[in-house]
């Protein structure tokens, strides 16, 4: 079988990882590579064996599938091209930094004749992953408290400029709100509060989520506080039982009243593999091959851009966001 | 100096521990002791040295100060009793289970002539002392992510009884409800989702709160999840740092944006100091002696009976609860 | 069936403990209390409702059966007059502060018509009770590293006075002598090496053991660091697993090549459970009762004793304490 | 200035490590690749963009620096050449697997008029660094208790060959006898106790250790027991105060008799960083452009060899090991 002919578009750290699980799939063959800063189109072309293309159109018209991997406020004007040209596209989160942009990329990926994947890592790690089925088979879920922290919008630098993130919400804990709906399902209204301390945007969220099936939840998303670790943690309530995540790191599960527990540590995992870059590229792979629905679909990115943008509605009028 | 005489109402697990603390109190006489049930009452009796009374009423008369250690449904009865008697008065948390009844009891505090405290002992445990230190001097607050858990209501049976307690939030969660209004100054407004599972009662709530002063939190309290440590958790985020507390064991602060982090344990102290039952009980005969405020005014015991009330209502109506 | 009469001689701070844990034990009547110092004497005579003995001797003879709780350097004369009279005995650990005094007194234990028991407690409590059974039942040990500090011998006074203790290795090192013989059963030799730095004696030792069954272990104890969690550790590796005691506190297993774990935490425990008081005050009854042989023999006492005068021994020849 | 040429010969893992440090450092070019294994050869070439070489022999003619990467057991051969050639050489550890051809490489190093530096990467680890600079400025050490444990010699498979590492501890525990002497000083004498297990060879270890100043320790190494973190653990006891380090993670220090302490988490740094690779091949370029000695010697190489050595030799006579 001809090898799927991938390229990329904005070549950064996560093209990198990415680039890198792609050569260990036999399946693919890496062909072009773009981003608007040679020197970071030459390096990793160089790193892949791969050819510099001149122009993200280059790489859309001379590959079967694209990774876009620009900044996230860039994806939409890719996604819709690539999506437009029946290219399998595999676009990093978020899908979009606003909802009627997102809402477009949805369209344009329902009527392509490719793969659409989102870039939701989590999904795939194995603490969430396992989180997932252990909720699903044995642990119904009660409610929830999440934490989900950066210590700074320093390093990188642009993590702090929302032109380029569409906002810190969007930028990380996003994540965070994709991995409520796929633990929990979908969210049937929200309240939060915001404040702005360190930076030149809202820094520092209080969130009280309540899902459609009655589950509730806790979450806090700070900027602006410190790297303590764990900077994010997932805690779920059950019937006596608490699951427990720390980073992508451990999990942990304590199903009794004494306080005994055990502890899956994924410290022996590899990075990629550790944080479900490995698992959601061999998917995205899978998909075009086989035929079958991708594992994250645009409409997953919809939603969380969703719940993301009436997050930052609530905290601006003080009332609680309906999202059905 | 003659002795202040201190009769103890109820001689349950708490009852035995202030009576412990006061042993030790140069400036305390343990005289009386009485309890509904006769063996509580010889057994304290015993222990610490003192007169079986036959009543309650019999206590308040031939003391200078009572201690009132009953089930929370009973305490504002007797606290209107030996405040109106002009007696000093500990009452134990909650000050009632209801807002109606707290309000008559801060008006009998008010125009009684001896000191009133109640026992939210929290604010005397070195971690939350230490931690509110902190807080006033170098680490602005700025949100706070807060978990207060019971494993079960099963053990000692009467804390899943209602009558007794009040409901499931005025028995431990409303530590936390004073606590926050210790850290973080008044409650502006809150919202509540609760749910029932597994006791006849709500037993697993989501709060999210708004002080005053622009501070904000998020709160999780659960009765149907488990043990595992740490069940109590209180997380505030600052300038750049965190300040963590784990039960009344250990405080972190963690200050800069390595995740760095210094660990004050108080594993080495006595539990009755650990907890700040030492401390609250000396705060209460220094009043006494020495004619100052107590340091737990009824007020105080009346705004976490609030703050309790207004999350039951919000649960409730769906709707915010306005505290102002 | 009469109650047995049990008498105090010794009212320290290990006495209270087991007056209370004997209090709720019906088949005990606790009859008689004496201390070198009145004021203890009264005060634990009050506390358990036990009458004031005049002397060692008048305990001895008005009791069926004696716990010998007073200062380590005492315990010797005293259990051989207990013993001689033929009256159970109970007799904290040390037995004895050296290998001829505590031949002595197994001599005696064996021709008494009483039951002899030394007071290792920690081979009743659940983290150490559960470690042995999954340690004979399920993971063969290879070799252990166990760490057994204090933080400091300055508080109590008088932990820190060879004269009273017999020296830091007899008054808590000597309870990891008694549990490495109960885990991995006889050492065969031993090397130590000790060190003086804050105190008047040896108080810093590294030990390298082998047993008969060939395990093999490292041990430090040090009385000059800190009080650092845990202080008190045992590691034990197996065929691929490792099992790991903190403090009472935990018992943790990972049999796996992961680093997943389990971890069994005693929080939930009253201390007297958590530490084997308790229990061994149970087993200690029972043996009257039955007429079966003590948990702790005499001779257990003995060996742990042998133990710490041939680390001693050690440390001062430079040479390997051959314990065959 | 020119920059300089460096060759590696040797194409694993570690090489990579090494390869992507040394394209970060302007002061170097990177020129040859050799292994055995001619993809590995192709691969890292192609990812540092350097040449392929035929032979080791033509790598350290072509270059000015050599990197000795190989598996163990042939370190030496390509040391002396390297060394002989007047070429600046970075030999990974273990300098060798047997002292007397470690002493072999020590004199060619001194006769040669390049650099010699050997890979004992840990000396560079932030938490070594500090710990070490901790001990040296403000906490004398008195005594310490070391873990070094591998979770299995499966992972990669030559683990387990002692053809290829020369034994378990020549591969993983080396690390921490040179760790030791960078500590402690130099060892005056050991004990050691080992056994055989699960490979074929002895793969687990006791080890008591005393150093010239006074300092004693217990080592313990398995390769037989599991991942349980930390597997590798340095504590050091002080005057009254404990240095603890937990893998190249974290730095604990606990300087009180309370239990708190202060932790450095070293989570936020690359790996390459914090593993001490970056520091470790940025000392030996320094060298080599500043003409100062290398901050490893090829005596410190040969020293760790001589430790492992003796542990061996101990663990077979059951004598103690003097080392001086």
Redesign the interface.
Known sequence: MAKIKVGIIGAGFIAGVHASVLASDDRVELVAIYDVVNDCTERLA??C?ARTAQSAAEVIDTCDAVYITTPNTKHVELALAAASANKHVFCEKPLATNVSEALLVVEAAEKSAGVFQVGHNRRFAPVYATLKQMLAESHTP????I?M?R??L?KPVWTGDPAVTGGFLFETTIHMFDMVRFLFGEVESL?A???T??YAEVD???????FTN?V?????S?A??????PFERV?V??????L?TREMETL?C????????????M??LPREEKWGYLQEDRAFIDAIVNGTPPAVTALDGLMSVKLVEAVYRSVETGE?SDML
């Open positions: 160089r790193t064996n009660h409610s929830a408290h934490k922290n210590g700074e320093l309240l509060i915001g404040s301390h360190e520092d969220f209080s969130v009280l989520l309540k009655g509730h939840a806790t979450l806090a700070s602006d506080a410190s790297w303590l670790f805690e309530f059950c019937h006596h039982s608490t427990l942990v304590s199903s009794n009243i004494q306080g005994h527990f055990a502890e899956q540590s410290q022996q609680m």
